[in-house]
């Protein structure tokens, strides 16, 4: 059934978007350099802090590179798109997770419906759906 399931989640036009953003990402040369820039200037930081005694001033030079660096890979095109695709990756992979949990609680797998995001599961403090 778990087999069955994954071939049915590749199907979905929401997998298939997330995996044309990878080899978009995974292909685009100024974005692979500028995440591996991003991760020497980050190694680079992490032992100047490691320091006994730090040196504040190339420590603060050190962090506005990697925000730079960090706001140019993330507002490359290609990483866009990624996050985009991932984010409703894992909203669907949530949802198909909340209906499996209401199934396996005795809920009926053709009727269950997923719970609004503010429903708390108390009915007690609903103030109601509108």
């Known amino acids: 059934m778990a087999r069955n399931m994954g071939k049915e989640i590749q199907a979905t036009a929401e997998y298939?978007?997330?995996q044309a953003a990878?080899?978009?990402n995974d292909e685009?040369?100024?974005?692979?350099?500028?995440i591996g820039e991003f991760n020497l200037k980050r190694m680079e930081m992490n032992?100047?802090?490691q320091k006994e005694e730090k040196d504040e001033k190339k420590l603060q030079a050190l962090n506005e590179?990697?925000?730079k660096i960090y706001t140019d890979v993330m507002g490359n095109p290609n990483?866009?798109?990624?996050n985009i695709a991932k984010q409703e990756m894992d909203e669907m992979m949530q949802k198909v997770n909340a209906i499996l949990m209401m199934c396996v609680n005795g809920e009926d797998p053709d009727t269950c419906e997923i719970p609004d995001h503010n429903c708390?599961?108390?009915?007690?403090t609903?103030?109601?759906c509108h």
């Open 120 to 124: 708390t599961g108390s009915c007690a």
């Open 126 to 128: 609903c103030g109601g």
């Open 47 to 49: 032992q100047e802090m």
């Open 22 to 24: 990878v080899k978009a």
């Open 16 to 18: 298939k978007r997330l």
């Open 65 to 67: 590179e990697l925000q």
């Open 79 to 82: 990483m866009m798109e990624y």
């Open 28 to 34: 685009d040369k100024s974005l692979q350099d500028g």
